[in-house]
């Protein structure tokens, strides 16, 4: 059980969009419609801002949306403001009731 | 609101087993609706997802993980506790206790986390 892939870093300009990849297997995230998506600041807890895929907790601007291809995930963050800048991380249901987050991706808002 | 809360030690021998308790308040652990799990972090690190508990007993675990870990469940008190057993430096960490709703695949609700150290 490998972590999933995710760039180290991610940058954008306010108002703009920016995407993080989340690449995995077909054994986790191809396999299954259960990908999440968390955001932490920095010496908070993970926030969770997307699960199955695709689908947002009440609270959660719709400004974060996610989606898959294959054995990619991907969180899209579009009207980038300044609190969006923090850490992502991805998690994929990986089968037999186990989990697996990716690496994390450091989101700088310029 | 659901609430969790992580306690336990902060400074653990090398050699020695980690002991951490989750309290849930604003919601029972035996409402059947979630599991209950442990996440790990590093210090400047990724999450690692260590393992969850039901109400009923029932476990699963990181394979990576698996040959020391035990997660049990106090229904009674609305705890569940972990113990990571033959612990070193790499298990040095914060540690965070969180909740998987049934009716999807996420975790919702998140302790604040707390740091253990492996030290002598």
């Known amino acids: 059980q490998s972590a999933l892939t995710?760039?180290?870093?991610?940058?954008?300009?306010?108002g703009q969009s920016v995407t993080i990849s989340c690449t995995g297997t077909s054994s986790d995230v191809g396999g299954y419609n259960y990908v999440s998506w968390y955001q932490q600041h920095p010496g908070k807890a993970p926030k969770l801002m997307i699960y199955d895929v695709s689908k947002r907790p009440s609270g959660v601007p719709d400004r974060f949306s996610g989606s898959k291809s294959g054995n990619?995930?991907?969180?899209?963050?579009?009207?980038?403001?300044?609190?969006?800048?923090?850490?992502?991380?991805?998690?994929?249901?990986?089968?037999?009731?186990?989990?697996?987050?990716?690496?994390?991706?450091?989101?700088?808002?310029? | 609101q659901v609430q969790l809360q992580e306690s336990g030690p902060g400074l653990v021998k090398p050699s020695q087993t980690l002991s951490l308790t989750c309290t849930v308040s604003g919601g029972s652990i035996s409402s059947g609706d979630y599991y209950w799990s442990w996440?790990?972090?590093?210090?400047?690190?990724?999450?690692?997802?260590?393992?969850?508990?039901?109400?009923?007993?029932?476990?699963?675990?990181?394979?990576?993980?698996?040959s020391r870990v035990t997660i049990s469940v106090d229904?009674?008190?609305?705890?569940?506790?972990?113990?990571?057993?033959?612990?070193?430096?790499?298990?040095?960490?914060?540690?965070?206790?969180?909740?998987?709703?049934?009716?999807?695949?996420?975790?919702?609700?998140?302790?604040?986390?707390?740091?253990?150290?492996v030290s002598s």
Do not use: M
């Open chain 1, 6 to 14: 995710q760039p180290r870093s991610v940058s954008g300009s306010p």
């Open chain 1, 72 to 110: 990619t995930a991907s969180l899209t963050i579009s009207g980038l403001q300044a609190e969006d800048e923090a850490d992502y991380y991805c998690c994929s249901y990986a089968g037999s009731y186990t989990f697996v987050f990716g690496g994390g991706t450091k989101l700088t808002v310029l």
């Open chain 2, 39 to 66: 996440i790990r972090q590093p210090p400047g690190k990724g999450l690692e997802w260590i393992g969850y508990i039901y109400y009923s007993g029932s476990t699963y675990y990181n394979p990576s993980l698996k």
């Open chain 2, 75 to 117: 229904t009674s008190k609305n705890q569940f506790s972990l113990k990571l057993s033959s612990v070193t430096a790499a298990d040095t960490a914060v540690y965070y206790c969180a909740r998987v709703p049934r009716a999807y695949v996420g975790f919702d609700y998140w302790g604040q986390g707390t740091l253990v150290t």
